[in-house]
Protein backbone atom coordinates (compact mmCIF):
# COMPACT_ATOMS: atom_id res chain seq x y z
CA UNK A 1 0.00 0.00 0.00
CA UNK A 2 1.17 3.48 -0.80
CA UNK A 3 1.97 5.27 2.52
CA UNK A 4 1.17 8.84 1.22
CA UNK A 5 -2.52 7.12 0.22
CA UNK A 6 -4.55 8.52 2.88
CA UNK A 7 -2.78 11.35 4.52
CA UNK A 8 -5.01 13.73 6.68
CA UNK A 9 -4.65 17.04 8.14
CA UNK A 10 -4.01 16.00 11.39
CA UNK A 11 -1.32 13.88 10.06
CA UNK A 12 0.26 16.94 8.94
CA UNK A 13 0.57 18.50 12.07
CA UNK A 14 0.71 16.08 14.79
CA UNK A 15 0.28 18.23 17.81
CA UNK A 16 -3.44 19.55 16.38
CA UNK A 17 -4.38 15.73 16.22
CA UNK A 18 -5.44 15.52 20.37
CA UNK A 19 -7.13 19.39 20.31
CA UNK A 20 -10.50 19.39 18.12
CA UNK A 21 -12.77 22.26 18.36
CA UNK A 22 -15.74 20.84 19.49
CA UNK A 23 -19.28 22.37 19.96
CA UNK A 24 -19.39 25.10 21.78
CA UNK A 25 -15.66 26.13 22.72
CA UNK A 26 -14.48 29.18 23.70
CA UNK A 27 -11.04 29.87 22.24
CA UNK A 28 -8.56 32.51 21.76
CA UNK A 29 -7.82 32.69 17.87
CA UNK A 30 -4.82 34.95 16.63
CA UNK A 31 -5.20 36.65 13.17
CA UNK A 32 -3.11 36.01 10.51
CA UNK A 33 -4.28 37.75 7.60
CA UNK A 34 -7.03 40.01 6.39
CA UNK A 35 -8.19 40.24 2.83
CA UNK A 36 -9.82 42.86 1.30
CA UNK A 37 -12.88 41.43 -0.85
CA UNK A 38 -15.13 44.58 -1.38
CA UNK A 39 -15.05 48.43 -0.39
CA UNK A 40 -16.76 47.15 2.94
CA UNK A 41 -16.18 44.26 3.35
CA UNK A 42 -13.07 42.02 4.74
CA UNK A 43 -12.38 38.63 5.45
CA UNK A 44 -10.13 37.68 8.61
CA UNK A 45 -8.00 33.96 8.45
CA UNK A 46 -8.04 32.89 11.95
CA UNK A 47 -5.96 30.18 13.32
CA UNK A 48 -6.47 28.46 16.95
CA UNK A 49 -3.68 29.89 19.66
CA UNK A 50 -4.05 26.47 21.58
CA UNK A 51 -3.35 24.40 18.04
CA UNK A 52 -6.72 23.55 17.92
CA UNK A 53 -8.24 22.12 14.13
CA UNK A 54 -11.67 23.79 13.47
CA UNK A 55 -14.40 21.05 13.27
CA UNK A 56 -17.96 22.45 12.24
CA UNK A 57 -20.56 22.15 9.95
CA UNK A 58 -20.72 24.58 6.58
CA UNK A 59 -22.98 26.90 7.10
CA UNK A 60 -22.50 27.69 11.18
CA UNK A 61 -21.81 30.76 13.06
CA UNK A 62 -19.29 31.59 15.68
CA UNK A 63 -19.95 34.17 18.68
CA UNK A 64 -17.12 36.85 18.54
CA UNK A 65 -16.28 38.32 21.71
CA UNK A 66 -14.63 41.55 22.00
CA UNK A 67 -13.78 44.04 25.01
CA UNK A 68 -14.90 47.41 23.01
CA UNK A 69 -14.36 50.79 25.53
CA UNK A 70 -14.34 48.49 28.32
CA UNK A 71 -17.53 46.73 27.75
CA UNK A 72 -18.05 42.76 26.91
CA UNK A 73 -19.43 42.60 23.31
CA UNK A 74 -20.65 39.80 21.49
CA UNK A 75 -21.82 39.58 17.72
CA UNK A 76 -22.60 36.90 15.68
CA UNK A 77 -20.14 35.87 12.47
CA UNK A 78 -21.05 32.89 10.08
CA UNK A 79 -17.88 30.99 9.05
CA UNK A 80 -17.16 31.68 5.52
CA UNK A 81 -14.18 28.94 4.50
CA UNK A 82 -15.26 25.65 4.30
CA UNK A 83 -14.94 22.68 7.37
CA UNK A 84 -12.71 20.77 4.72
CA UNK A 85 -9.69 23.40 5.33
CA UNK A 86 -9.86 22.66 8.88
CA UNK A 87 -6.66 24.66 10.00
CA UNK A 88 -7.72 28.22 10.04
CA UNK A 89 -11.17 30.00 10.20
CA UNK A 90 -12.54 32.57 8.49
CA UNK A 91 -15.22 35.15 9.16
CA UNK A 92 -16.16 37.82 6.39
CA UNK A 93 -17.19 40.99 7.51
CA UNK A 94 -19.83 43.64 6.17
CA UNK A 95 -19.10 47.26 7.68
CA UNK A 96 -22.50 48.15 9.33
CA UNK A 97 -22.69 51.79 8.87
CA UNK A 98 -22.75 53.05 12.75
CA UNK A 99 -21.78 49.18 13.48
CA UNK A 100 -19.89 48.76 16.67
CA UNK A 101 -18.51 45.46 15.82
CA UNK A 102 -18.50 45.57 12.29
CA UNK A 103 -16.21 48.53 12.22
CA UNK A 104 -13.92 47.97 15.04
CA UNK A 105 -13.33 44.62 13.26
CA UNK A 106 -12.38 46.79 10.47
CA UNK A 107 -10.47 48.76 12.16
CA UNK A 108 -8.45 47.12 14.35
CA UNK A 109 -8.11 43.74 13.91
CA UNK A 110 -5.01 43.12 12.29
CA UNK A 111 -2.38 40.50 11.87
CA UNK A 112 -0.87 39.32 14.99
CA UNK A 113 -4.04 40.60 16.77
CA UNK A 114 -6.01 37.97 19.42
CA UNK A 115 -9.45 37.61 20.28
CA UNK A 116 -11.76 35.47 21.59
CA UNK A 117 -14.30 33.23 19.33
CA UNK A 118 -17.14 30.83 20.49
CA UNK A 119 -18.28 27.90 18.28
CA UNK A 120 -19.84 26.48 16.52
CA UNK A 121 -23.18 27.09 16.56
CA UNK A 122 -26.74 27.06 14.18
CA UNK A 123 -28.38 24.37 12.64
CA UNK A 124 -28.49 26.39 9.25
CA UNK A 125 -26.26 23.74 7.77
CA UNK A 126 -25.79 20.68 5.29
CA UNK A 127 -25.61 18.20 7.89
CA UNK A 128 -28.24 19.05 10.02
CA UNK A 129 -30.29 19.58 6.80
CA UNK A 130 -29.18 17.55 3.72
CA UNK A 131 -30.66 18.39 0.26
CA UNK A 132 -29.57 16.31 -2.59
CA UNK A 133 -30.83 19.34 -4.84
CA UNK A 134 -29.81 22.70 -3.08
CA UNK A 135 -30.89 25.84 -3.70
CA UNK A 136 -28.68 28.70 -2.38
CA UNK A 137 -30.02 32.17 -2.40
CA UNK A 138 -28.15 35.02 -0.92
CA UNK A 139 -28.10 38.61 -0.30
CA UNK A 140 -25.39 40.65 0.68
CA UNK A 141 -23.15 39.58 3.23
CA UNK A 142 -25.09 36.40 3.57
CA UNK A 143 -23.35 34.76 1.23
CA UNK A 144 -21.19 33.67 3.80
CA UNK A 145 -22.68 30.85 5.47
CA UNK A 146 -23.28 29.71 1.47
CA UNK A 147 -19.97 30.10 0.61
CA UNK A 148 -19.00 27.40 3.15
CA UNK A 149 -21.26 24.83 1.93
CA UNK A 150 -20.11 25.72 -1.44
CA UNK A 151 -16.60 25.65 -1.36
CA UNK A 152 -17.38 22.16 1.07
CA UNK A 153 -19.00 20.78 -2.17
CA UNK A 154 -16.68 21.57 -4.15
CA UNK A 155 -13.72 20.27 -2.42
CA UNK A 156 -15.09 16.99 -1.94
CA UNK A 157 -15.90 17.27 -6.12
CA UNK A 158 -19.65 16.62 -5.01
CA UNK A 159 -21.63 15.79 -7.61
CA UNK A 160 -25.17 17.32 -6.74
CA UNK A 161 -26.35 19.89 -8.82
CA UNK A 162 -25.86 22.89 -6.91
CA UNK A 163 -28.26 26.09 -8.34
CA UNK A 164 -26.79 29.54 -6.35
CA UNK A 165 -28.83 32.89 -6.77
CA UNK A 166 -26.53 35.89 -5.02
CA UNK A 167 -28.20 39.37 -4.56
CA UNK A 168 -26.11 42.38 -4.09
CA UNK A 169 -26.63 46.22 -4.83
CA UNK A 170 -23.91 46.69 -7.04
CA UNK A 171 -21.39 44.82 -9.10
CA UNK A 172 -18.54 45.99 -6.84
CA UNK A 173 -20.63 44.81 -4.08
CA UNK A 174 -20.55 41.11 -4.71
CA UNK A 175 -18.30 39.27 -2.26
CA UNK A 176 -16.28 36.38 -3.73
CA UNK A 177 -17.39 37.41 -7.39
CA UNK A 178 -13.91 36.22 -9.23
CA UNK A 179 -13.88 32.75 -6.81
CA UNK A 180 -17.97 32.21 -7.60
CA UNK A 181 -16.79 32.41 -11.10
CA UNK A 182 -13.80 30.41 -11.13
CA UNK A 183 -16.35 27.62 -9.53
CA UNK A 184 -18.94 27.77 -11.61
CA UNK A 185 -16.30 27.43 -14.92
CA UNK A 186 -14.64 24.55 -12.98
CA UNK A 187 -18.14 22.50 -11.48
CA UNK A 188 -20.17 21.68 -14.56
CA UNK A 189 -22.68 20.53 -11.75
CA UNK A 190 -22.58 24.62 -9.79
CA UNK A 191 -24.52 27.43 -11.74
CA UNK A 192 -24.44 30.46 -9.91
CA UNK A 193 -26.51 33.58 -11.32
CA UNK A 194 -25.47 36.97 -9.70
CA UNK A 195 -28.07 39.48 -9.66
CA UNK A 196 -27.48 43.23 -9.24
CA UNK A 197 -30.44 45.44 -7.40
CA UNK A 198 -28.79 48.81 -9.49
CA UNK A 199 -28.44 48.81 -12.82
CA UNK A 200 -24.79 49.74 -14.07
CA UNK A 201 -23.78 50.10 -17.98
CA UNK A 202 -20.84 47.59 -17.42
CA UNK A 203 -22.99 44.79 -16.35
CA UNK A 204 -24.59 42.00 -18.46
CA UNK A 205 -26.25 40.00 -15.19
CA UNK A 206 -29.33 39.86 -14.04
CA UNK A 207 -30.78 43.13 -12.79
CA UNK A 208 -33.35 44.33 -9.68
CA UNK A 209 -34.59 42.69 -7.18
CA UNK A 210 -35.68 38.75 -6.74
CA UNK A 211 -39.09 37.90 -7.60
CA UNK A 212 -40.77 34.77 -8.25
CA UNK A 213 -40.48 34.77 -12.25
CA UNK A 214 -36.97 35.48 -11.73
CA UNK A 215 -36.17 32.49 -9.64
CA UNK A 216 -38.40 30.19 -11.91
CA UNK A 217 -36.66 31.46 -15.12
CA UNK A 218 -32.92 30.57 -13.20
CA UNK A 219 -34.32 27.62 -11.58
CA UNK A 220 -37.13 26.06 -13.52
CA UNK A 221 -37.18 22.56 -11.34
CA UNK A 222 -37.33 25.12 -8.50
CA UNK A 223 -40.15 22.79 -6.48
CA UNK A 224 -38.23 19.72 -6.58
CA UNK A 225 -35.12 21.26 -4.84
CA UNK A 226 -34.35 22.76 -1.16
CA UNK A 227 -33.95 26.07 -0.91
CA UNK A 228 -31.10 27.70 1.82
CA UNK A 229 -31.83 31.53 1.82
CA UNK A 230 -29.58 33.94 4.19
CA UNK A 231 -28.76 37.55 4.23
CA UNK A 232 -30.66 40.85 5.77
CA UNK A 233 -34.02 40.57 7.27
CA UNK A 234 -35.26 42.92 4.54
CA UNK A 235 -33.55 40.48 1.98
CA UNK A 236 -35.30 37.64 3.91
CA UNK A 237 -38.51 39.24 3.84
CA UNK A 238 -38.53 39.75 -0.36
CA UNK A 239 -37.13 36.03 -0.65
CA UNK A 240 -40.18 34.44 1.71
CA UNK A 241 -42.57 36.73 0.02
CA UNK A 242 -41.53 35.66 -3.42
CA UNK A 243 -41.35 31.89 -3.04
CA UNK A 244 -44.74 32.26 -1.24
CA UNK A 245 -46.17 33.79 -4.58
CA UNK A 246 -45.50 31.03 -6.09
CA UNK A 247 -46.27 28.49 -4.10
CA UNK A 248 -42.82 27.16 -3.21
CA UNK A 249 -43.40 24.39 -0.39
CA UNK A 250 -42.52 25.95 3.13
CA UNK A 251 -41.45 22.46 4.51
CA UNK A 252 -38.39 22.75 1.83
CA UNK A 253 -37.39 25.90 2.50
CA UNK A 254 -34.25 27.00 5.42
CA UNK A 255 -32.83 30.21 5.92
CA UNK A 256 -30.84 31.94 8.72
CA UNK A 257 -31.51 35.83 8.92
CA UNK A 258 -28.77 37.89 10.24
CA UNK A 259 -31.18 40.26 11.44
CA UNK A 260 -30.91 43.79 11.36
CA UNK A 261 -34.82 45.32 10.28
CA UNK A 262 -36.68 43.97 13.24
CA UNK A 263 -39.83 46.51 13.47
CA UNK A 264 -39.07 50.16 15.48
CA UNK A 265 -39.85 50.69 19.62
CA UNK A 266 -42.83 51.81 18.67
CA UNK A 267 -44.33 49.18 15.93
CA UNK A 268 -43.46 46.40 19.11
CA UNK A 269 -44.58 48.56 21.90
CA UNK A 270 -47.56 47.43 23.65
CA UNK A 271 -51.26 49.03 23.37
CA UNK A 272 -51.30 48.85 27.76
CA UNK A 273 -48.62 49.52 30.29
CA UNK A 274 -46.05 46.76 30.89
CA UNK A 275 -44.09 45.50 33.86
CA UNK A 276 -41.97 42.44 34.56
CA UNK A 277 -41.20 41.09 37.66
CA UNK A 278 -38.15 39.27 38.35
CA UNK A 279 -39.39 36.39 40.73
CA UNK A 280 -36.04 35.00 42.04
CA UNK A 281 -34.76 38.47 42.49
CA UNK A 282 -37.97 39.98 43.97
CA UNK A 283 -37.74 42.99 41.99
CA UNK A 284 -40.74 44.93 39.72
CA UNK A 285 -39.77 47.34 37.02
CA UNK A 286 -42.44 49.42 35.18
CA UNK A 287 -41.63 48.95 31.47
CA UNK A 288 -40.84 52.29 28.72
CA UNK A 289 -42.79 51.44 25.66
CA UNK A 290 -41.42 48.69 23.53
CA UNK A 291 -38.77 48.31 25.84
CA UNK A 292 -37.32 44.39 25.79
CA UNK A 293 -36.71 42.16 29.36
CA UNK A 294 -33.22 42.59 28.77
CA UNK A 295 -33.17 46.43 28.85
CA UNK A 296 -35.70 45.99 31.69
CA UNK A 297 -33.19 43.37 33.52
CA UNK A 298 -30.10 45.61 33.14
CA UNK A 299 -31.86 48.74 34.13
CA UNK A 300 -32.74 46.83 37.92
CA UNK A 301 -29.05 45.57 37.87
CA UNK A 302 -29.94 42.17 37.08
CA UNK A 303 -27.13 40.24 34.85
CA UNK A 304 -28.67 37.49 32.28
CA UNK A 305 -26.06 36.20 30.14
CA UNK A 306 -26.43 37.48 26.50
CA UNK A 307 -24.36 36.95 23.22
CA UNK A 308 -25.99 37.43 19.54
CA UNK A 309 -28.54 40.17 21.31
CA UNK A 310 -31.06 39.16 17.92
CA UNK A 311 -32.60 36.36 18.83
CA UNK A 312 -30.51 33.92 16.97
CA UNK A 313 -28.25 32.04 19.25
CA UNK A 314 -30.68 31.65 22.42
CA UNK A 315 -28.02 32.52 25.27
CA UNK A 316 -30.25 34.50 27.16
CA UNK A 317 -33.06 32.42 27.39
CA UNK A 318 -35.19 32.43 30.50
CA UNK A 319 -38.06 31.03 31.93
CA UNK A 320 -41.50 33.16 32.12
CA UNK A 321 -43.95 31.89 34.78
CA UNK A 322 -47.02 33.85 33.87
CA UNK A 323 -48.04 36.73 31.37
CA UNK A 324 -47.43 37.70 27.69
CA UNK A 325 -44.58 38.48 26.11
CA UNK A 326 -44.14 39.74 22.35
CA UNK A 327 -41.25 38.08 21.25
CA UNK A 328 -39.54 38.84 17.78
CA UNK A 329 -36.78 36.08 17.84
CA UNK A 330 -35.37 34.31 14.72
CA UNK A 331 -34.62 30.82 15.78
CA UNK A 332 -33.20 31.17 18.82
CA UNK A 333 -35.50 29.07 20.63
CA UNK A 334 -37.20 25.41 19.10
CA UNK A 335 -40.82 25.02 19.05
CA UNK A 336 -39.95 22.75 22.03
CA UNK A 337 -38.66 25.06 24.07
CA UNK A 338 -41.09 27.50 23.39
CA UNK A 339 -43.91 25.37 24.66
CA UNK A 340 -41.57 24.29 28.14
CA UNK A 341 -42.48 28.35 28.65
CA UNK A 342 -38.88 29.81 27.60
CA UNK A 343 -38.34 32.76 26.50
CA UNK A 344 -35.54 35.12 24.73
CA UNK A 345 -34.92 38.36 26.76
CA UNK A 346 -33.07 40.16 24.29
CA UNK A 347 -36.29 40.24 22.08
CA UNK A 348 -39.19 39.73 24.08
CA UNK A 349 -41.33 43.22 25.02
CA UNK A 350 -43.87 42.53 27.75
CA UNK A 351 -47.42 43.27 27.24
CA UNK A 352 -48.53 43.71 29.90
CA UNK A 353 -47.47 41.96 33.47
CA UNK A 354 -44.77 39.03 33.34
CA UNK A 355 -43.62 37.75 35.55
CA UNK A 356 -40.08 36.54 34.76
CA UNK A 357 -38.28 32.79 36.95
CA UNK A 358 -34.98 34.82 37.11
C1 LIG B 1 -26.31 33.99 12.68
C2 LIG B 1 -25.71 35.29 12.19
C3 LIG B 1 -24.62 35.26 11.35
C4 LIG B 1 -24.07 36.46 10.88
N1 LIG B 1 -23.02 36.42 10.02
C5 LIG B 1 -22.52 37.56 9.51
C6 LIG B 1 -21.46 37.51 8.54
O1 LIG B 1 -20.97 36.45 8.14
N2 LIG B 1 -20.97 38.70 8.08
C7 LIG B 1 -21.48 39.92 8.50
O2 LIG B 1 -20.99 40.96 8.04
N3 LIG B 1 -22.50 39.98 9.41
C8 LIG B 1 -23.01 38.83 9.93
N4 LIG B 1 -24.03 38.89 10.86
C9 LIG B 1 -24.45 40.21 11.39
C10 LIG B 1 -23.55 40.57 12.60
O3 LIG B 1 -23.81 39.69 13.68
C11 LIG B 1 -23.77 41.98 13.14
O4 LIG B 1 -25.15 42.14 13.42
C12 LIG B 1 -23.33 43.08 12.18
O5 LIG B 1 -21.93 42.94 11.91
C13 LIG B 1 -23.57 44.47 12.80
O6 LIG B 1 -22.93 44.53 14.05
P1 LIG B 1 -22.33 45.90 14.58
O7 LIG B 1 -21.85 45.68 15.96
O8 LIG B 1 -21.36 46.46 13.60
O9 LIG B 1 -23.59 46.84 14.57
P2 LIG B 1 -24.47 47.28 15.85
O10 LIG B 1 -23.65 48.13 16.74
O11 LIG B 1 -25.09 46.07 16.43
O12 LIG B 1 -25.54 48.20 15.15
C14 LIG B 1 -26.47 47.64 14.21
C15 LIG B 1 -27.29 48.78 13.64
O13 LIG B 1 -28.01 49.43 14.68
C16 LIG B 1 -27.70 50.81 14.69
N5 LIG B 1 -27.59 51.20 16.11
C17 LIG B 1 -26.70 50.78 17.01
N6 LIG B 1 -26.93 51.34 18.20
C18 LIG B 1 -28.03 52.13 18.05
C19 LIG B 1 -28.78 52.98 18.90
N7 LIG B 1 -28.49 53.13 20.18
N8 LIG B 1 -29.86 53.63 18.38
C20 LIG B 1 -30.19 53.48 17.09
N9 LIG B 1 -29.50 52.70 16.22
C21 LIG B 1 -28.45 52.04 16.69
C22 LIG B 1 -26.37 50.97 13.98
O14 LIG B 1 -26.23 52.23 13.38
C23 LIG B 1 -26.46 49.88 12.96
O15 LIG B 1 -27.13 50.31 11.82
C24 LIG B 1 -24.60 37.71 11.31
C25 LIG B 1 -25.71 37.73 12.18
C26 LIG B 1 -26.26 36.54 12.61
C27 LIG B 1 -27.44 36.60 13.53
Not at 54 to 73: E, K, P
Not at 116 to 142: A, C, R, T, W, Y
Request: include cysteine; glycine fraction near 8%; aromatic fraction near 6%.
Amino acid sequence: MNAHASVQASDLVPAMRQRQWAQKTRDVVLCRRVIDETHDVKTFVLTSAADRMFCFSAGQYVLVHLRINDTAVTRCYSVSSPPTRPLDLQITVKRTPGGLVSNWLHDHLRPGSEMEIEGPLGSFNLDELPSQKPVFLSGGSGVTPIMSMLRALTDRADDREVRFIHSAKAPGDIIFRSELDALAARFPNVQVALVCSQGDPAWTGSTGRIDGRMLLSLVPDLHTRTVFACGPEGYMKTARACLDAIGFPPEQYHEESFGGSNGTRSELASAIPSSVRFARSGVEHHCTPGETVLEAARKCGIYIPTACQQGVCGTCRITKLSGEVAMEDLGGLTPEEKSAGYVLACCSRPQGTVLLDI
